[in-house]
T-cell receptor, first 113, second 115 residues
Framework: KNQVEQSPQSLIILEGKNCTLQ??????????LRWYKQDTGRGPVSLTI?????NTKSNGRYTATLDADTKQSSLHITASQLSDSASYIC????????????FGPGTSLSVIP | DADVTQTPRNRITKTGKRIMLECSQT?????MYWYRQDPGLGLRLIYY???????NKGEISDGYSVSRQAQAKFSLSLESAIPNQTALYFC??????????????FGPGTRLTVT
């Protein structure tokens, strides 16, 4: 079954601290993996996209890693800010058509002062 | 979000009523999608359209219908709303010439409550 699982479900960290969010998938055939940030009441916004051949991608304080062999990805947030409080969604595209995109349930991150 | 707009942003309706959610985009993209989001679940695809004459069912199309009035407009209808259709609905767009990444851009969402 094609699935995307994320952990933890929720996370609370102090401002300035780092954190890592996990994504495990069983989607096949794999096309690409992306991480989205979804602020409360807003639509998801793409942070990074990685294809099979990419194992690291950075976007400012966000760094995503991909291990296609173990089918795992992580999103590392450095020096967290209050504005990082959001849901982070891992999305895996199966094949090349957008009718085959699997969304994870998201990790809810709260950054507190 | 400004490139993809959704109306209404919030809607409360009664069971059995017909309701239409509208999506417009100024990105010039050819592909448009409707998703629903429920607490604790990932977004699920309802319908998608690769151009004005190409409309396809997604994972959870039962109880929904769509209309692609123009390249920039894609509407989602609930013919007879039921309470388990209470959810957050998102419209998204993508460009088929996106070089293989097929980046999707999401609207701000419509919160629908069926009582």
């Amino acid at each position: 079954k094609n699935q995307v699982e994320q952990s933890p479900q929720s996370l609370i960290i102090l401002e300035g601290k780092n954190c890592t969010l996990q994504c495990n998938y069983t989607v096949s055939p794999f096309s690409n993996l992306r991480w989205y940030k979804q602020d409360t009441g807003r639509g998801p916004v793409s942070l990074t996209i990685m294809t099979f051949s990419e194992n690291t991608k950075s976007n400012g304080r966000y760094t995503a890693t991909l291990d296609a062999d173990t089918k795992q990805s992580s999103l590392h947030i450095t020096a967290s800010q209050l504005s990082d409080s959001a849901s982070y969604i891992c999305v895996v595209m199966r094949g090349t058509s957008y009718d085959k995109v699997i969304f994870g349930p998201g990790t809810s991150l709260s950054v507190i002062p | 979000d400004a490139d993809v707009t959704q109306t209404p942003r919030n809607r409360i309706t009664k069971t059995g009523k017909r309701i239409m959610l509208e999506c417009s985009q100024t990105k010039g993209h050819d592909r448009m999608y409707w998703y629903r989001q429920d607490p604790g679940l990932g977004l699920r695809l309802i319908y998608y359209s690769f151009d004005v004459k190409d409309i396809n069912k997604g994972e959870i199309s039962d109880g929904y219908s769509v209309s692609r009035q123009a390249q920039a407009k894609f509407s989602l209808s609930l013919e007879s709303a039921i309470p388990n259709q209470t959810a957050l609905y998102f419209c998204a767009t993508s460009d088929s010439s996106g070089g293989g990444y097929y980046e999707q851009y999401f609207g701000p969402g419509t919160r629908l409550t069926v009582t």
